[in-house]
């Protein structure tokens, strides 16, 4: 069974028109950091090709990136 994939990336990646070739949404539709420095990357459906330009980042699954997501640094906690 496919498996959801996702990365959180440098907002200024010198890759990032490759990374967001292989991800869902566009450029303007990613999640950021509050900061806007970093960027939570989704992966399609299905996709489990090992590209060089994420080989530096984590990968993370479903489970693993919401509370990330529900963190202090992604969600204004006021």
């Not at 959801?4 to 070739?21: K, L, S, T, W």
């Not at 090992?50 to 969600?75: G, K, N, R």
Request: net charge negative.
């Amino acid at each position: 069974m496919a498996h959801n994939r996702y990365f959180i990336v440098a907002a200024n990646d010198p890759n990032m028109d490759e990374i967001i070739n292989v991800s869902v949404g566009e450029l303007d539709t990613q999640r950021l950091s509050l900061d806007g420095t970093l960027m939570v990357i989704k992966l399609y459906d299905g996709d489990h090709d090992d590209y060089s330009f994420l080989s530096q980042y984590t990968e993370y699954s479903h489970e693993e990136i919401l509370p990330i997501m529900a963190s202090s640094e992604w969600t204004n906690q006021n």
